[in-house]
C-alpha cells in the first residue's frame, strides 16, 4: 500500500483537526452560528500556529486534542461560551482565567452574549462536535 502511494501518507494535523472539527459543529448547529464561527476558525488557525511552537504535539497532546482546546477557546472568545464552561475542574478560577488570556491571545476575558439555553445549546454542541466529554474538553483548553 505505501509503495502505492509512493510513501505520500497525509497524517491528520492540528489544522485539519481544527477544519473537520469547525465542519461538524457547523452541522450539529445547522449553521445558526456560521458567522462568529468562521471568525473562530480563523483564529483557531492563528492560535494553532503559535501554540504549536510554544507546546508542541506530542503522544499526550494529540493534534487531535489541540483543536479540540481551540475550537472551545475559540468559540469563547467569540462570546458563544462562557470561559468559565471551559475551565478544567481541578483549576482555581482565577488561575484558569489567566491561563485563558495568556492561551487565547486575548486582553481581556470576554462575556458570553448568549441566553443561558443557547449558551448550553452551544456546549452541547462543541462535546458533539469533538465526540468527547465535557471534563476532557475542558482538559484540552488548558
Given at each position: 500500500?505505501?509503495?502505492?502511494?509512493?510513501?505520500?501518507?497525509?497524517?491528520?494535523?492540528?489544522?485539519?483537526?481544527?477544519?473537520?472539527?469547525?465542519t461538524?459543529?457547523?452541522?450539529?448547529?445547522?449553521?445558526?452560528?456560521?458567522?462568529?464561527?468562521?471568525?473562530?476558525?480563523?483564529?483557531?488557525?492563528?492560535?494553532?500556529?503559535?501554540?504549536?511552537?510554544?507546546?508542541?504535539a506530542?503522544?499526550?497532546?494529540?493534534?487531535?486534542r489541540?483543536?479540540?482546546?481551540?475550537?472551545?477557546?475559540?468559540?469563547?472568545?467569540?462570546?458563544?461560551?462562557?470561559?468559565?464552561?471551559?475551565?478544567?475542574?481541578?483549576?482555581?478560577?482565577?488561575?484558569?482565567?489567566?491561563?485563558?488570556?495568556?492561551?487565547?491571545?486575548?486582553?481581556?476575558?470576554?462575556?458570553?452574549?448568549?441566553?443561558?439555553?443557547?449558551?448550553?445549546?452551544?456546549?452541547?454542541?462543541?462535546?458533539?462536535?469533538?465526540?468527547?466529554?465535557?471534563?476532557?474538553?475542558?482538559?484540552?483548553?488548558?
Amino acid at each position: 500500500l505505501l509503495l502505492d502511494l509512493q510513501w505520500h501518507v497525509n497524517m491528520p494535523t492540528v489544522e485539519s483537526w481544527i477544519s473537520m472539527l469547525s465542519t461538524r459543529f457547523g452541522v450539529i448547529t445547522k449553521d445558526l452560528y456560521a458567522k462568529p464561527l468562521a471568525r473562530a476558525t480563523e483564529r483557531m488557525h492563528q492560535l494553532a500556529m503559535s501554540l504549536v511552537e510554544w507546546k508542541p504535539a506530542d503522544w499526550q497532546r494529540r493534534p487531535e486534542r489541540f483543536a479540540v482546546g481551540l475550537l472551545g477557546i475559540g468559540l469563547a472568545g467569540e462570546s458563544l461560551l462562557h470561559v468559565e464552561d471551559l475551565r478544567p475542574q481541578y483549576m482555581h478560577a482565577p488561575q484558569w482565567d489567566q491561563l485563558f488570556l495568556e492561551i487565547s491571545m486575548m486582553p481581556v476575558l470576554p462575556q458570553c452574549r448568549l441566553s443561558p439555553r443557547y449558551a448550553q445549546h452551544v456546549l452541547a454542541s462543541v462535546v458533539g462536535a469533538a465526540n468527547l466529554p465535557l471534563e476532557e474538553i475542558q482538559q484540552d483548553c488548558e
